[in-house]
Nanobody
Framework: QVQLVESGGRLVQAGVSLTLSCAASGRSFSSYHMGWFRQGIGMEREFVATISWSGVDTHYANGVKGRFTISRDNAKGTVYLQMNNLKPEDTAVYYC??????????????????????WGQGTQVTVSS
């Protein structure tokens, strides 16, 4: 399995940009499609974005489309989430997750937590108005 560690979360004001990183170790990073999810207080974990193992295919939740960008650097074993024009409703703990690429085609929209095999511990993003 792969181990994941998120970083970059912090308190910011609405309208600014923030980039989260997720560093992977263990099994080959390019063996996984990667995703970002978030969970607000008292809320269920929700899908944010996913990227295929090659980086070619990406998918976004409707609420972040056009503001967030997911990317990856397989040489560095890292996936990123660039978040622009942050809103108070983006406040949540953000988790990265890895899905075994041998189980899913690159075009799959992996937007359910059950589809992922490994999770990071999360990083808190708080957006003040």
């Amino acid at each position: 399995q792969v181990q994941l560690v998120e970083s970059g979360g912090r308190l910011v004001q609405a309208g600014v940009s923030l980039t989260l990183s997720c560093a992977a170790s263990g099994r080959s990073f390019s063996s996984y499609h990667m995703g970002w999810f978030r969970q607000g207080i008292g809320m269920e974990r929700e899908f944010v974005a996913t990227i295929s193992w090659s980086g070619v295919d990406t998918h976004y939740a409707n609420g972040v489309k056009g503001r967030f960008t997911i990317s990856r650097d397989n040489a560095k074993g890292t996936v990123y989430l660039q978040m622009n024009n942050l809103k108070p409703e983006d406040t949540a703990v953000y988790y990265c997750a890895a899905a075994d690429a041998s189980r899913w085609p690159s075009s799959a929209v992996l937007n359910r937590p059950i589809e992922y095999d490994s999770w990071g511990q999360g990083t808190q993003v708080t957006v003040s108005s």
